[in-house]
T-cell receptor, first 114, second 109 residues
């Protein structure tokens, strides 16, 4: 069974540009989560999607947005990129919600902003 | 953003030694979990605790859910080289899973 897959693996952008990251959850999982992991730091919660709806959002500015498609895959958009947006962006999925706390993570997309 | 306080920040130990790390929060959580992140990978769940006071083992790992529901610890016994990685605690409520700041573990032969 395929795990959570993310693309691209690496992305390099310049300040002010937009970045789009993509995630495919494990088959049968309806919830998708996005976390930001800056270098040397822990995981910061960004967004939670389930059944196409945004269910919860972390303490990030509105230029971080996303969506979930009918096939449950998801996309994270970061507009007006800033240097401090450089981080590993991790996507995770679960059957539904944070019910058991067990999230299945992908390997991440590393975004570098120059 | 909200993060849990995890200590120590890093540990350098010799193979065979025991390891202990802990996590504290100002908030109460329904569930405490411990994840491990290997280099270049996403975190993987090691152990989950669902009741205050619960003590759970998984092989060489032992974890406890604090009575106050605001803390947890993880012990690793007889460490081996593949224990190297970053360990994260996580507190779960209905609509969020908050991660700790991480403990980076290095094991030397």
């Amino acid at each position: 069974e395929a795990g959570v897959t993310q693309s691209p693996t690496h992305l390099i952008k310049t300040r002010g540009q937009q970045a789009t990251l993509r995630c495919s959850p494990i088959s049968g999982h309806t919830s998708v989560y996005w976390y930001q992991q800056a270098l040397g730091l822990g995981l910061q919660f960004l967004l939670w999607y389930d059944e196409g709806e945004e269910r919860n959002r972390g303490n990030f500015p509105p230029r971080f947005s996303g969506r979930q498609f009918p096939n449950y895959s998801s996309e994270l958009n970061v507009n007006a990129l800033e240097l401090e947006d450089s981080a590993l962006y991790l996507c995770a999925s679960s059957l539904w919600g944070f019910d058991t706390g067990e999230l299945f993570f992908g390997e991440g997309s590393r975004l570098t902003v120059l | 953003g909200q993060q849990l306080n995890q200590s120590p920040q890093s540990m350098f130990i010799q193979e065979g030694e025991d390891v202990s790390m802990n996590c504290t929060s100002s908030s109460i959580f329904n569930t405490w979990l411990w994840y491990k992140q290997d280099p270049g990978e996403g975190p993987v769940l090691l152990i989950a605790l669902y009741k205050a006071g619960e003590l759970t083992s998984n092989g060489r790992l032992t974890a406890q859910f604090g009575i106050t529901r605001k803390d947890s610890f993880l012990n690793i016994s007889a460490s081996i080289p593949s224990d190297v990685g970053i360990y994260f605690c996580a507190g779960q409520n209905t609509d969020k899973l908050i991660f700790g700041t991480g403990t980076r573990l290095q094991v030397f032969p």
